[in-house]
Nanobody
Framework: VQLVESGGGSVQTGGSLRVSCEAS????????MGWFRQALGKEREAIAS???????SYSESVKGRFTISHDNAKNTLFLQMDTLKPEDTAMYYC??????????????????WGQGTQVTVS
């Protein structure tokens, strides 16, 4: 499975961005996927996940502002980010693993990662 993120960039506080993650390779159906982010000097943290049934989960830091979704036909994962804050500045990564039954928030559970896309809020 290969994952490629796109859509990052710079935005002012209060603005919106949507990042995408296109999956390719040996994909047999919907799988558990997640969005993580890593700010400079900090550990990678989970912010949103979606399982194969479409059930979503969010970290408290983004709940109510970010929305994760998936287009199964296009094998593409999205993260709509609204009301962005400077503390949202980070490299954003998508992750996936077809072996997962539950979309967790643990970095170690995901075997496939994208290269990341930078989001800067000022």
């Amino acid at each position: 499975v290969q994952l490629v993120e796109s859509g990052g960039g710079s935005v002012q506080t209060g603005g919106s961005l949507r990042v995408s993650c296109e999956a390719s390779g040996n994909i047999v159906g919907p799988m558990c996927m997640g969005w993580f982010r890593q700010a400079l000097g900090k550990e990678r943290e989970a912010i949103a996940s979606i399982d194969s049934t479409g059930r979503t989960s969010y970290s408290e830091s983004v709940k109510g502002r970010f929305t994760i979704s998936h287009d199964n036909a296009k094998n593409t994962l999205f993260l709509q980010m609204d009301t962005l804050k400077p503390e949202d500045t980070a490299m954003y990564y998508c992750a996936a693993d077809p072996r997962l039954v539950t979309a967790t928030f643990w970095v170690a559970d995901y075997g496939y990662w994208g290269q990341g896309t930078q989001v800067t809020v000022s």
